[in-house]
């Protein structure tokens, strides 16, 4: 073969070996387009979605009253809300719009993922899945991605399962065809909800099984608060809370008193002692008031009557125990008596049994979410609050084996030891006990009739432990100047208080109690500070 023939051939050769570079790479260029292609078919088909889900715009979040200003607003302009508490197997089949906080979220798959809303301490589960109609699978990621406690608006469907739902409040679930992330959490909290609603009981049971569980103790409890507060046993004890103020107001105004609103800012201490807030006003010394006592008496002075107040009260003790304070809300009443001091304990029995009969009717849901988290038994009281003397209240301490001063206060350990015999003598644990030494009252306390060691005074007690403080009050100027002077209390910083008396005033009485200390005793707690919101003892004053 020539040398021009065998240089043909391998010419031959190389255009094919260059036509077969070119095909494949040809081909691939094809490839790769039509990958492009359906890609960008898949991202379209996918963005046609998009309106369906995603964060709420800030323009829309500043009430913005155009119904077209983004997703969010034409989504929900139409639609009325339904609180998750409301949410029952009657709304089968009906479309709704939730507001709430993401509980948990559990992705199942790319297509599939279930996030628990919860609002006021309901919770219902949502299934967001592409087999529903404007659901896609970024959307189910979106949804899998959400922070837990961010707030979100979800529509959809409310379906009820064949079987119970574990773990969530209302028996139905929400078949969800849109979802908005109204505001985002952090992705880490200081505290997750789902720990802090933990029971010691679970927590115990979980360590005997081997698992050892988050607890979440008091301090750090109360430092992130507004995490706690959202358990739903602190969203049952805040609304019995708001029961027992909303009870105390309505049966005082129905039995003729009027509501008044008296200073915190004091010239004199209002109780006497040293326990007081102490602070400059313009130049002059001043404290913050320990008792709206003064005020409320000189409004009897008023001619009001019978008035009551809801307000703050001030305590500079420095107290570290269960049940006190340095300020929590006080529940106070103050009002003419006619005849006998009793009139007054017969207010506090009809008011208090009024006011335990309507939050086990009204509250039954919240006494529930408070007692799966701290169990406790039903308070018992008697439609018609028993009544003790101090005296006979001694007795039964000394029958006991219990040696108290007979005219001296009852320690703690005696009023919870006493509370531990009414209870087994007369199946009570809400009674009275009247006729208290005088020398343990306040200066402004009247005296008995029969017996000057003894005054017209009384206490009330609920599972051991004191509630309410009470008496009749000095009404007669010199002789209410001459205990205050006894009692160590300078007559010149309490002068206006006892001037009211000389214009003439009729014989009158009321009491006090702490709001705080009424929710705790009465659902067992333990600690006040459980239902206080916010708070304030020796060594906390944030948040």
């Keep these: 073969m ?29 490839a790769a387009a039509l990958a492009s292609a359906a890609s960008s078919l898949s991202v379209e088909e996918e963005d046609s979605y998009s309106s369906n889900y995603g964060d709420v715009t800030l323009p829309e979040l500043k009430s913005c009253s155009k119904p077209d200003a983004g997703n969010w607003s034409i989504a929900i302009s139409s639609m009325d ?23 948990t979220t559990r992705p199942v798959s790319k297509n599939m993922a ?32 959400l922070n837990r406690e961010s707030i979100i608006d979800a529509i959809g469907m409310v379906s009820v399962p064949g079987n119970p739902i574990k773990g969530t409040t209302q028996q139905v679930e929400i078949h969800v065809r849109k979802l908005y992330c109204v505001n985002k959490a952090m992705p880490t909290l200081p505290i997750n ?96 008031a ?14 009001f009557g019978r008035v ?18 340095c300020e929590f809300t006080g529940l106070d009443v103050e009002m003419e008596i006619k005849k006998h001091y009793s009139e007054v304990m017969d207010i506090v029995d009809r008011l208090f049994v009024t006011m335990f009969d309507s939050l086990n009717e009204k509250c039954r849901k919240e006494l529930e979410a408070v007692g799966k988290q701290y169990p406790f038994e039903p308070l ?63 200066f402004y306390t009247m005296p008995c009739y029969d017996n000057a060691l003894y005054s017209n005074s009384f206490d009330v007690f609920i599972r051991g432990e004191e509630i309410i403080s009470g008496a009749q009050r000095v009404h007669v100027p010199e002789f209410l100047a001459e205990r205050a002077q006894a009692c160590g209390i300078d007559v010149n910083t309490i002068s206006t208080y006892v001037d009211s008396f000389r214009y003439g005033v009729p014989p009158h009485g009321g009491f006090g109690v702490g709001l705080e200390r009424v929710v705790m005793l009465f659902c067992a707690l333990g600690n006040i500070r459980k239902t206080s919101l916010y708070p304030r003892d020796p060594q906390r004053i944030a948040p």
């Design 193 to 288: 909800v789902e720990d802090a609603a933990r029971s010691d009981a679970e927590i115990e049971a979980a360590l005997q099984a081997g698992d050892k569980l988050p607890r979440v103790n008091q301090d750090t409890r109360l430092n992130f608060r507004v995490l706690d507060i959202r358990t739903p046993a602190n969203q049952g004890i805040f609304r019995i809370q708001c029961q027992v103020g909303t009870i105390f107001r309505q049966f005082l105004l129905s039995e003729g008193f009027v509501e008044i609103h008296t200073p915190k800012l004091i010239a004199g201490s209002s109780e006497g002692g040293s326990a007081v807030f102490k602070l400059d006003y313009k130049g002059q010394p001043a404290c913050l």
């Design 81 to 103: 809300w339904t609180r998750v508490g409301a949410l029952t197997e009657e709304l089968k089949e009906k479309e709704v719009l939730i507001r709430g906080r993401v509980h």
């Design 114 to 145: 279930f996030v628990v809303v919860r609002e006021r301490g309901f919770t219902v589960q949502c299934l967001v899945a592409t087999h529903e109609a404007g659901v896609s699978r970024q959307m189910v990621k979106f949804v899998a991605a």
């Design 2 to 30: 020539s040398s021009e023939s065998e240089e043909q051939q391998l010419s031959k050769k190389a255009a094919k070996k260059e036509a077969a570079k070119l095909e494949k790479m040809r081909r691939r260029q094809e």
């Design 290 to 303: 320990q008792s709206p006592q003064l005020h409320k008496q000189m409004a009897i002075c008023g001619d």
């Design 308 to 325: 009551f107040e809801v307000g703050p009260v001030f305590r500079a003790e420095d107290s570290y125990t269960h049940r006190h304070l």
């Design 380 to 442: 018992k009281y008697k439609p018609k609050t028993l009544r003790l003397t101090f005296e006979e209240g001694v007795q039964m301490l000394k029958d006991a084996g219990v040696e108290v001063d007979p005219l001296g206060d009852l320690n703690t350990e005696a009023e919870r030891k006493l509370g531990q015999l009414v209870l087994e003598k007369y199946d009570t644990e809400f009674y009275i006990l009247h006729r208290y030494p005088l020398a343990v009252r306040p």
